[in-house]
């Protein structure tokens, strides 16, 4: 099937690893030209040379810290001066704290806020206007099934802020053939994934491997997902096939969640 992304220009963010990699890859493997970028240059460029000996894509790498504003800023700037314009973007930022309310402290506030949610909105607002003067985008929003099912306390609230961002987003940019949609992935295999295992595990005082089979019995299909499953669902709302699809807040989550929307 040809998705129609042959020729077009992506913006990954948290892109040298996990879900974000996958997505990368997703698109170059479509034909798409790549920009991804991490705060880790080691992993940066690696991931880089990888998926582009293995798509035959260029990949663009920038070095960036999604936490600080002036970092963003040299990152949007890098880009608009060495491109003509940008198709898609994906949002995608790293996980906050894993602390209970009483853990947490208002600068722990402070920094998710600006990392989960303003880092997303400031990469938005700035490529919104290239995207209209191309008549037309994609935007998506790789957030957390927390949106639809509480889990982690500051997930929850910022994550949670970040899918009512976009869909308000998708409401006033439709007739500018900017279509934005949310996705949000459950427990999916990535090095954060088992980071998150050893915490509750120590937390708990059993084995890793009882805290993954105690959550997958919450878990229809009985598994994590695979970062390319995630993937997948981004390359095709970015893609031409899903041109009447916009304001969606989807999960991937192997029937995790146990409401009907």
Not at 111 to 129: D, G, N
Not at 155 to 165: G, P, Q
Request: net charge neutral; with cysteine; aromatic share 6%.
């Amino acid at each position: 099937m040809d998705l129609g992304l042959s020729g077009k220009t992506a913006l990954v963010t948290a892109s040298s690893r996990g879900i974000g990699r996958a997505i990368a890859e997703g698109l170059a493997e479509e034909g798409c030209q790549v920009i991804i970028c991490s705060r880790n240059e080691e992993n940066l460029f690696k991931a880089a040379q990888q998926i582009s000996a293995k798509t035959q894509q260029p990949i663009t790498p920038i070095q960036v810290d999604l936490s600080q504003k002036t970092s963003i800023q040299q990152l949007l700037e890098r880009i608009t001066n060495q491109f003509e314009k940008i198709d898609i973007l994906v949002n995608n930022v790293g996980g906050p704290p894993l602390n209970y309310h009483y853990e947490l402290t208002a600068q722990d506030w402070q920094k998710s806020f600006e990392l989960t949610f303003m880092s997303q909105v400031t990469i938005s607002e700035y490529l919104i206007p290239i995207m209209k003067k191309n008549h037309g985008g994609r935007i998506i929003f790789i957030t957390s099934v927390a949106v639809k099912q509480p889990g982690i306390l500051i997930a929850n609230a910022h994550r949670a802020s970040v899918a009512v961002y976009a869909k308000t987003l998708s409401n006033e940019l439709g007739g500018d053939n900017i279509l934005v949609n949310t996705i949000c992935p459950s427990f999916t295999v990535t090095d954060q994934y088992y980071d998150v295992v050893d915490e509750q595990a120590r937390r708990k005082g059993i084995s890793p491997e009882q805290v993954m089979e105690e959550w997958m019995k919450s878990v229809p299909l009985k598994r994590p997902a695979s970062t390319t499953e995630v993937a997948n669902l981004a390359v095709f709302l970015a893609s031409e096939k899903a041109s009447y699809i916009t304001g969606t807040c989807i999960q991937v989550d192997g029937g995790f969640v146990r409401s009907l929307f």
